[in-house]
């Protein structure tokens, strides 16, 4: 779509106008060709004049014209109105069994990876992260030790195995659920081209699932491919709940801010919600000022760890 709405339009056409019409006569074109311009450019302005300047009232127009009936008021947004009630807490011991059933038709996502015409596209190994070991994991691991562990935001699994292996280390029996719609972000295939496309399908699910594969955390770590705000609120309607939970998915205010939201009522008692880009500008601070807003709104106190927040009863 032309974006014309910021343009003073008629005072940019007639000095338009005014400059065409004395080049046409430093040329030595004949005045006849000047008017006709001058006459093509007047329709053009005229045409422009019966268009709305800002793309919005055209879609507006286009609304008011097939839609007969008003949004009902309860449509108003409200941006603290967060779901806030779970259903009945599911225990611990039946958290992988029943992503497995609601989400794999009961198959382990695993059973028979990779697939042939997959294999050639992986590298054995390929792990990437930002922050992804810094010592709050550890810190809070200990603290926590957590059964049941939801990662938001996992891309090539750095920071999930990293818990996976902690974990381990303390003889933890911990589910780690890691939600990522393992998209990435738009021009991703430019930053990472060792990681394949296919028909405009990035294979950073897959190179994922083969790092998780490599380091033997298949039975630990289980991934819900698909965008965080669906599969909070899903994990809020089957009572999937956890002791910690790391959020470090979309970092721009809108999406930290409806994270933490819906991240924070699927916490355990005595459970700790922390995320990444606290203290890095690469967020624009987005993410801090979700943080500071959530905390202020719920009464809690931020407390930071390395590059990270930390919320909860530590
Ligand atoms: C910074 S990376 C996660 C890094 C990882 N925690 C680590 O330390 O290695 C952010 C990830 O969030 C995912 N993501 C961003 N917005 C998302 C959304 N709305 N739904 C699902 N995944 C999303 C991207 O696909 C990306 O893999
Ligand atoms: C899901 O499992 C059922 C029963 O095992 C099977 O009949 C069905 O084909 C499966 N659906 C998909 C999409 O794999
Ligand atoms: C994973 O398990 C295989 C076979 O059980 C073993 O050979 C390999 O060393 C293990 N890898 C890691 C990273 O523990």
Known sequence: MIQYSNIDFPAAVITATAKITSAFHRRGYTKPAAYFVILLLSYY?????AVPKNPSDVR?????????VNPPPQAAVDHYQFQTQCATPLPSHLVRQTILTRIFNGTSPYHGFPQPH???????????????????????????????VIEIGTFLGASAIHMAELTRQLGLDTQILCIDDFRGWPGLPNQFRDIKMINGDTMLLY?????VVQVNATEAILF??????????RLCEWGVLADLIEVDAGHDFHSAWSDINRAYKLLRPGGVIFGHDYFTVADNRGVRRAVNMFARVNGLRVKADGQHWVLGSL
Not at 207 to 211: D, M, S
């Open 45 to 49: 302005l005229g045409y422009l004049s």
């Open 60 to 68: 507006q127009q286009h609304y008011s014209a097939t839609t007969t």
């Open 118 to 148: 997959i294999k050639p596209l992986l590298r054995q190994k390929r792990i990437k992260g930002w922050g992804s070991t810094g010592a709050v994991f550890k810190n809070l691991i200990n603290k926590v030790r957590p059964t049941t």
């Open 207 to 211: 190179q994922f699932i083969q790092n």
């Open 224 to 233: 819900l491919p698909f965008s965080t705000g669906s599969t909070l609120d």
